[in-house]
């Protein structure tokens, strides 16, 4: 099983700066990683996938980079909207799918 | 549009069963395919189960298998989950996912909103 550990737990970053959120794999997973936002009582919505590529619906303050093992997502000028917890998961190599423990995205 | 909606959960006792459904809209289930993942109170996310988009195989998480059976009725467009023996650690919120694509390896791009499922004496 690929085991994916995210820093930090938690990110303190104030509106209008820039975050940066790590994910790293147990084992090389290629390009197969993307990155969920979630937020209080709503389900995750896909940010990224292929490790950099962005849905259409997703700002483009809203980055990915990456592959292998070493993943990283950068969200530029933090807006409101973007407090919330993000996940990484590997589709490459499953079962299991797996997700990191998450990463929480507070306001400082 | 694409919409998935959780319906099924509820409080059960230890030993237990339920059956979740996924209502689909915008897309086929014969053309994705469709994933359980659920989130136990206050953590992270934990895949479940898996069923090809052509109904081929199914696949589950070691936590679940010979417990748990995932199934679709294409008529309906809809997703189900069978739980039987449900223990105390089955507690959380369960979602239904879509793959993005029929590739092997893919994300999961369109969510459900999830259904509450408790296990408790």
């Known amino acids: 099983e690929i085991v994916l550990t995210q820093s930090p737990a938690t990110l303190s970053v104030s509106p209008g700066e820039r975050a940066t959120l790590s994910c790293r794999a147990s084992q090389s997973v290629g390009s197969n990683l993307a990155w969920y936002q979630q937020k209080p009582g709503q389900a995750p919505r896909l940010l990224i996938y292929?490790?950099?590529t962005r849905p259409t619906s997703v700002p483009a303050r809203i980055s990915g980079s990456g592959s292998g093992t070493d993943f990283t997502l950068t969200i530029s000028s933090l807006q409101s909207e973007d407090f919330a917890v993000y996940f990484c998961?590997?589709?490459?190599?499953?079962?299991?799918?797996?997700f990191g423990q998450g990463t929480k995205l507070e306001i400082k | 549009q694409v919409h998935l909606v959780e319906s099924g959960g509820g409080v059960v006792q230890p030993g237990g069963s339920l059956r979740l459904s996924c209502a689909v809209s915008?897309?086929?289930?014969?053309?994705?395919?469709m994933h359980w993942v659920r989130q136990a109170p206050g953590k992270g996310l934990e895949w479940v189960a898996f069923i090809r988009y052509d109904g081929s195989k199914t696949y589950y998480a070691d936590s679940v298998k010979g417990r748990f059976t995932i199934s679709r009725d294409i008529s309906k467009n809809t997703l189900h989950l069978q739980m039987n023996t449900l223990r105390v650690d089955d507690t959380a919120v369960y979602f239904c996912?879509?793959?993005?694509?029929?590739?092997?390896?893919?994300?999961?791009?369109?969510w459900g909103q999830g259904t509450q499922v408790t296990v408790s004496a």
């Open positions: 292929g490790a950099s």
């Open positions: 998961q590997q589709y490459d190599n499953w079962p299991p799918y797996t």
């Open positions: 996912a879509k793959d993005r694509w029929q590739l092997v390896r893919a994300p999961f791009d369109n």
């Open positions: 915008g897309f086929s289930l014969s053309n994705y395919g």
